[in-house]
């Protein structure tokens, strides 16, 4: 048994875990240090399911879960409803237990509304989160349009919000009368008021509804069963209510969590009405489409180190967003559960006999997927967003939390990266290498064993003596370096980080007020509170030149194990009774922890360069507005092809809950990927928004070139072809960060009539341009594309031009150097295809314009342009400019222009052009002048050479 332990465990992580303890000559026997490594955590190697929680173990899901649909014991007071400028507020009661709350109702703008409700008068303070969103929303006015005895109907923009006052329920209709959501309509809604344990003892239903089906043998666990069992020959007033097991205190496997406040969850129903399909509440390995959650556990959103997780479950991973959409082929939807503590969703289907629906679904019998929300602590803030289509409702979304940071140039180009590049002469390896072999990338990588010990924002002087002349010899090429910054300060006299946040008590606490303490890479460790803001930013100001010793300009930042991940900790993560800044417990504002460390961390690059360069930084957790901040990658994935396929809708999933700029490990972090996977892999990153290749400490080599000269050449072909389609995808990040928009997005965001695709997950569109279907299984000679649209629509193949039509599938050959993308017709496509290697040397080369026409002979596409590195195009510093072609003209126009560049246009590219021109003109400066061109008439292409001197600046071509 202790050799299959250590060949297991010890073997794969004793240099990261072992190696440096005997080198740091800590006072731990390594036998001992070993065997509790094993014995605290199989979970962060392994994933056992034992060591993660079951909604059945987790006593306010049990709770919440054991609710029966029904008549809702919440009623509004209707004498308290008072109608104010965008806000209709009342009193609500418990009229189980004559509990009172406050429920608001906001009309907001861009059709999208907000509902809260906490208690009137608590005891203590209820936690609410601010920090998601970019600023308090605007309202707008309402109108009322009717009131009864028992409701009150508003009407705000194009909707109509119905408040039904006993019992409670909101339901919102469009502008048809259509009814789309409906709030607490099967009656769960569950606040779980705070209270004094002597006076809730002494309540006689301690749960919140009348409702619950406590001895319903389906909401039961096995070992519940047995203790019925047990109770049949004992005095039945010597045992508890099972609802009351975990109020006040809970234990899971050796933990225990004190609970000191007592039970204080919140739960809500929300049905969307006339849908199938909802989508969102990332993170989970699972399908793009949300299963429902009958008979299994709900989706768990609680962000957790999860080491080469499991696929197809709703386990919880490293972050949460607990944002839904829902789509049907008239309308999109969304709802937004503002609750950073540890949450569960329910999903199922029913059926709905609404006369409002009969019209649009022939049919009297109406499709509903009902949502359940619980939440452990905190209020009720749900925000519904109305569209009516997919890019509305992302865009509402968006106002409220914010979109995506613009990132620099560098950001979305490639990324190498592994845990560890040993010392300064290996990174100068691995830099000339990608020369040596014509790879171009941008950004090379150092994991934890660049530090001295474990202790950020140090180096190990021995492998990295002269850290900044290394930094700068990479970026004299063009490129930049990242260092991986963890929130676990190693507890160890003479650190200076750890003694500055001892001296200024900014770690978390333990309830007893001493510093919470704990086990991480560096041994015993603590947390920085990044919920205390005086410690985000004495946090930013560490990364400042002459503080972070040894760093320079061109040094980024990778924050991981930010969940937070603490090895002896319940479920691999910190106590729910660890003591925050303002009080709060660990349980209120877990799901925020990650989003605070990557925020003052983006501070900190923003304060270093004076506000003039963009920071680059990538974190593992996250939540809503975690895209204010930048990248996220899916974390612990495996060498695996089964890995692969998964992170396609994993990624989908992200761009779909607003958090584009996002991207999973090439070749799989863990594990040795066979050559055909590795290239498969590169050529699916090389279409996603966030594009870096990591591997495991224990893992093989496997840079590029590592397995032979015909993957070498696939490898950097995928490589080149992300490097030519750079400005049409920076172009995409921008009005991402615009608007709010997906980079990666389903197939029915874009064709939301198109039934076919709304389950599909397999391929997506980059931007609304490129179809891409990723080659996901081994030995594939062809696989199966679906082309959406109707059957006029064309799609090119990106490589030959090649034509298929939209509204079938088709078998498309792919051979190993295939990558199956697709050019949308009726798009123009931005690139730049001469081969460099980084994508900062360019900056000022010439664009090759890619026009795909329609089945009318028309196209448009957009350009934009910037230094790709500062902040000055917050002033205004760019170029955006719009492309189109209609008949035989051929039209460039900038919308916006105060940049200069020394780009210019080298190409133009007609796709799907049915006739030979007779003449080629443009006009520049007074004079007429011809274009040469070419044209083949099997493949309908024409080529324009050398058609314009310059980029910035507006122009016509015409043909005829």
Same mark, same amino acid.
């Given at each position: 048994?202790?050799?299959?332990?250590?060949?297991?465990?010890?073997?794969?992580?004793?240099?990261?875990?072992?190696?440096?303890?005997?080198?740091?000559?800590?006072?731990?026997?390594?036998?001992?240090?070993?065997?509790?490594?094993?014995?605290?955590?199989?979970?962060?190697?392994?994933?056992?399911?034992?060591?993660?929680?079951?909604?059945?173990?987790?006593?306010?899901?049990?709770?919440?879960?054991?609710?029966?649909?029904?008549?809702?014991?919440?009623?509004?007071?209707?004498?308290?409803?008072?109608?104010?400028?965008? &806000?209709?507020?009342?009193?609500?009661?418990?009229?189980?237990?004559?509990?009172?709350?406050?429920?608001?109702?906001?009309?907001?703008?861009?059709?999208?509304?907000?509902?809260?409700?906490?208690?009137? *008068?608590?005891?203590?303070?209820?936690?609410?989160?601010?920090?998601?969103?970019?600023?308090?929303?605007?309202?707008?006015?309402?109108?009322?349009?009717?009131?009864?005895?028992?409701?009150?109907?508003?009407?705000?923009?194009?909707?109509?919000?119905?408040?039904?006052?006993?019992?409670?329920?909101?339901?919102?209709?469009?502008?048809?009368?259509?009814?789309?959501?409906?709030?607490?309509?099967?009656?769960?809604?569950?606040?779980?008021?705070?209270?004094?344990?002597?006076?809730?003892?002494?309540?006689?239903?301690?749960?919140?509804?009348?409702?619950?089906?406590?001895?319903?043998?389906?909401?039961?666990?096995?070992?519940?069963?047995?203790?019925?069992?047990?109770?049949?020959?004992?005095?039945?007033?010597?045992?508890?209510?099972?609802? @009351?097991?975990?109020?006040?205190?809970?234990?899971?496997?050796?933990?225990?969590?004190?609970?000191?406040?007592?039970?204080?969850?919140?739960?809500?129903?929300?049905?969307?009405?006339?849908?199938?399909?909802?989508?969102?509440?990332?993170?989970?390995?699972?399908?793009?489409?949300?299963?429902?959650?009958?008979?299994?556990?709900?989706?768990?959103?609680?962000?957790?180190?999860?080491?080469?997780?499991?696929?197809?479950?709703?386990?919880?991973?490293?972050?949460?967003?607990?944002?839904?959409?829902?789509?049907?082929?008239?309308?999109?939807?969304?709802?937004?559960?503002?609750?950073?503590?540890?949450?569960?969703?329910?999903?199922?289907?029913?059926?709905?006999?609404? *006369?409002?629906?009969?019209?649009?679904?022939?049919?009297?019998?109406?499709?509903?997927?009902?949502?359940?929300?619980?939440?452990?602590?905190?209020?009720?803030?749900?925000?519904? =967003?109305?569209?009516?289509?997919?890019?509305?409702?992302?865009?509402?979304?968006?106002?409220?939390?914010?979109?995506?940071?613009?990132?620099?140039?560098?950001?979305?180009?490639?990324?190498?990266?592994?845990?560890?590049?040993?010392?300064?002469?290996?990174?100068?390896?691995?830099?000339?290498?990608?020369?040596?072999?014509?790879?171009?990338?941008?950004?090379?990588?150092?994991?934890?064993?660049?530090?001295?010990?474990?202790?950020?924002?140090?180096?190990?002087?021995?492998?990295?003596?002269?850290?900044?002349?290394?930094? @700068?010899?990479?970026?004299?090429?063009?490129?930049?370096?990242?260092?991986?910054?963890?929130?676990?300060?190693?507890?160890?006299?003479?650190?200076?980080?750890?003694?500055?946040?001892?001296?200024?008590?900014?770690?978390?606490?333990?309830?007893?007020?001493?510093?919470?303490?704990?086990?991480?890479?560096?041994?015993?460790?603590?947390?920085?509170?990044?919920?205390?803001?005086?410690?985000?930013?004495?946090?930013?100001?560490?990364?400042?030149?002459?503080?972070?010793?040894?760093?320079?300009?061109?040094?980024?930042?990778?924050?991981? =194990?930010?969940?937070?991940?603490?090895?002896?900790?319940?479920?691999?993560? =910190?106590?729910?009774?660890?003591?925050?800044?303002?009080?709060?417990?660990?349980?209120?504002?877990?799901?925020?922890?990650?989003?605070?460390?990557?925020?003052?961390?983006?501070?900190?690059?923003?304060?270093?360069?004076?506000?003039?360069?963009?920071?680059?930084?990538?974190?593992?957790?996250?939540?809503?507005?975690?895209?204010?901040?930048?990248?996220?990658?899916?974390?612990?994935?495996?060498?695996?092809?089964?890995?692969?396929?998964?992170?396609?809708?994993?990624?989908?999933?992200?761009?779909?809950?607003?958090?584009?700029?996002?991207?999973?490990?090439?070749?799989?972090?863990?594990?040795?990927?066979?050559?055909?996977?590795?290239?498969?892999?590169?050529?699916?990153?090389?279409?996603?928004?966030?594009?870096?290749?990591?591997?495991?400490?224990?893992?093989?080599?496997?840079?590029?070139?590592?397995?032979?000269?015909?993957?070498?050449?696939?490898?950097?072909?995928?490589?080149?072809?992300?490097?030519?389609?750079?400005?049409?995808?920076?172009?995409?990040?921008?009005?991402?960060?615009?608007?709010?928009?997906?980079?990666?997005?389903?197939?029915?965001?874009?064709?939301?009539?198109?039934?076919?695709?709304?389950?599909?997950?397999?391929?997506?569109?980059?931007?609304?341009?490129?179809?891409?279907?990723?080659?996901?299984?081994?030995?594939?000679?062809?696989?199966?594309?679906?082309?959406?649209?109707?059957?006029?629509?064309?799609?090119?193949?990106?490589?030959?031009?090649?034509?298929?039509?939209?509204?079938?599938?088709?078998?498309?050959?792919?051979?190993?150097?295939?990558?199956?993308?697709?050019?949308?017709?009726?798009?123009?496509?931005?690139?730049?295809?001469?081969?460099?290697?980084?994508?900062?040397?360019?900056?000022?080369?010439?664009?090759?314009?890619?026009?795909?026409?329609?089945?009318?002979?028309?196209?448009?596409?957009?350009?934009?342009?910037?230094?790709?590195?500062?902040?000055?195009?917050?002033?205004?510093?760019?170029?955006?400019?719009?492309?189109?072609?209609?008949?035989?003209?051929?039209?460039?126009?900038?919308?916006?222009?105060?940049?200069?560049?020394?780009?210019?246009?080298?190409?133009?590219?007609?796709?799907?052009?049915?006739?030979?021109?007779?003449?080629?003109?443009?006009?520049?400066?007074?004079?007429?002048?011809?274009? @040469?061109?070419?044209?083949?008439?099997?493949?309908?292409?024409?080529?324009?050479?050398?058609?314009?001197?310059?980029?910035?600046?507006?122009? &016509?071509?015409?043909?005829?």
């Amino acid at each position: 048994m202790v050799d299959w332990l250590w060949t297991t465990f010890g073997n794969r992580h004793s240099s990261k875990t072992l190696k440096k303890i005997r080198k740091e000559k800590m006072c731990l026997n390594i036998k001992w240090m070993f065997l509790f490594f094993v014995c605290q955590l199989p979970t962060v190697y392994l994933v056992d399911r034992g060591n993660f929680k079951t909604c059945d173990q987790s006593s306010f899901c049990r709770r919440n879960r054991a609710i029966q649909p029904g008549s809702s014991p919440y009623a509004i007071l209707q004498s308290t409803v008072k109608l104010e400028i965008g &806000t209709i507020s009342c009193d609500v009661i418990n009229t189980n237990n004559n509990v009172s709350f406050k429920l608001t109702i906001d009309t907001l703008a861009k059709n999208s509304a907000r509902i809260r409700i906490t208690e009137l *008068s608590p005891i203590r303070p209820r936690y609410f989160v601010d920090d998601s969103l970019v600023k308090e929303p605007q309202k707008i006015k309402f109108m009322k349009e009717s009131e009864d005895g028992n409701s009150l109907k508003v009407k705000f923009e194009a909707n109509v919000v119905e408040i039904t006052y006993k019992p409670l329920k909101i339901d919102f209709f469009d502008s048809e009368g259509v009814l789309l959501v409906s709030v607490n309509n099967k009656g769960l809604m569950n606040f779980e008021h705070y209270r004094n344990k002597q006076v809730a003892n002494e309540e006689s239903k301690p749960a919140e509804n009348d409702n619950r089906n406590e001895n319903s043998e389906e909401t039961k666990s096995e070992d519940d069963k047995d203790e019925d069992d047990k109770e049949q020959d004992e005095p039945k007033e010597a045992t508890s209510n099972e609802s @009351e097991k975990g109020l006040w205190e809970e234990d899971f496997k050796e933990h225990h969590d004190s609970k000191p406040y007592g039970p204080s969850s919140v739960g809500l129903d929300v049905s969307f009405v006339g849908f199938e399909h909802v989508y969102g509440i990332p993170e989970h390995a699972d399908s793009l489409a949300l299963k429902h959650t009958t008979g299994g556990d709900p989706y768990r959103l609680y962000n957790l180190d999860v080491f080469e997780y499991e696929l197809d479950n709703p386990m919880a991973l490293y972050g949460s967003i607990p944002y839904m959409m829902a789509h049907n082929a008239y309308k999109t939807v969304g709802v937004f559960w503002n609750n950073a503590a540890e949450t569960w969703v329910d999903i199922a289907s029913s059926k709905s006999v609404l *006369s409002s629906l009969i019209s649009l679904f022939k049919t009297g019998d109406i499709p509903e997927v009902d949502t359940h929300w619980m939440s452990e602590s905190g209020i009720i803030d749900l925000f519904i =967003m109305l569209g009516p289509k997919p890019h509305d409702v992302s865009h509402q979304y968006s106002t409220l939390t914010g979109t995506t940071t613009l990132p620099p140039m560098f950001g979305i180009a490639y990324h190498q990266c592994r845990w560890n590049y040993n010392d300064e002469e290996d990174v100068k390896q691995v830099d000339a290498n990608f020369d040596k072999h014509d790879i171009p990338y941008d950004v090379l990588w150092l994991d934890i064993e660049h530090t001295d010990g474990k202790k950020y924002m140090t180096w190990d002087v021995a492998k990295f003596p002269d850290s900044k002349k290394m930094i @700068e010899n990479v970026a004299s090429k063009g490129r930049k370096m990242v260092t991986i910054i963890d929130p676990h300060i190693k507890r160890e006299s003479g650190y200076h980080i750890h003694t500055e946040a001892t001296d200024k008590q900014l770690y978390v606490k333990k309830k007893d007020g001493s510093d919470y303490e704990g086990w991480c890479w560096p041994g015993s460790s603590s947390w920085i509170d990044f919920v205390n803001p005086d410690a985000r930013a004495w946090w930013a100001s560490k990364f400042a030149l002459d503080q972070y010793q040894g760093s320079t300009l061109n040094l980024m930042t990778w924050n991981d =194990m930010n969940e937070p991940s603490v090895f002896n900790g319940p479920e691999i993560t =910190m106590h729910k009774d660890a003591v925050h800044y303002g009080n709060w417990e660990h349980r209120d504002v877990h799901n925020l922890y990650g989003m605070y460390l990557h925020m003052s961390t983006f501070e900190g690059h923003l304060q270093r360069s004076d506000g003039k360069e963009r920071p680059f930084v990538l974190s593992r957790a996250f939540f809503a507005g975690s895209q204010r901040y930048g990248p996220i990658w899916t974390g612990d994935n495996k060498a695996d092809w089964s890995h692969l396929k998964a992170s396609v809708p994993m990624l989908l999933s992200l761009n779909v809950a607003g958090l584009p700029f996002s991207g999973a490990d090439v070749g799989g972090f863990f594990g040795n990927p066979e050559p055909e996977l590795l290239v498969r892999w590169y050529q699916a990153g090389a279409f996603q928004p966030f594009f870096r290749g990591h591997a495991h400490l224990d893992t093989r080599r496997r840079e590029p070139w590592l397995f032979g000269e015909e993957n070498t050449k696939l490898i950097r072909t995928a490589i080149r072809k992300r490097y030519a389609i750079l400005p049409y995808l920076y172009t995409l990040l921008r009005r991402s960060y615009e608007e709010g928009l997906a980079v990666m997005r389903p197939l029915w965001m874009e064709f939301p009539e198109d039934t076919k695709t709304f389950s599909m997950d397999d391929e997506y569109l980059l931007g609304s341009a490129l179809l891409v279907k990723p080659v996901t299984d081994s030995g594939k000679d062809d696989i199966i594309v679906y082309f959406p649209g109707k059957d006029t629509q064309p799609w090119y193949d990106f490589d030959s031009f090649a034509v298929h039509y939209g509204g079938k599938s088709e078998a498309i050959p792919t051979p190993m150097y295939k990558i199956p993308v697709f050019i949308r017709g009726g798009s123009i496509l931005p690139v730049k295809e001469r081969v460099r290697r980084a994508s900062s040397l360019m900056v000022n080369d010439p664009y090759t314009i890619v026009i795909a026409l329609n089945h009318e002979g028309k196209a448009e596409g957009e350009l934009y342009i910037d230094d790709e590195h500062s902040l000055d195009y917050k002033n205004g510093e760019y170029i955006s400019s719009k492309i189109s072609m209609s008949g035989l003209t051929i039209t460039k126009w900038d919308t916006h222009s105060k940049f200069s560049t020394k780009s210019w246009v080298e190409r133009i590219i007609v796709v799907g052009l049915k006739t030979r021109p007779s003449y080629c003109t443009i006009m520049l400066d007074n004079d007429m002048k011809s274009l @040469e061109f070419t044209y083949d008439a099997e493949k309908q292409l024409l080529v324009i050479k050398k058609p314009v001197p310059y980029i910035d600046g507006n122009f &016509t071509i015409t043909m005829g």
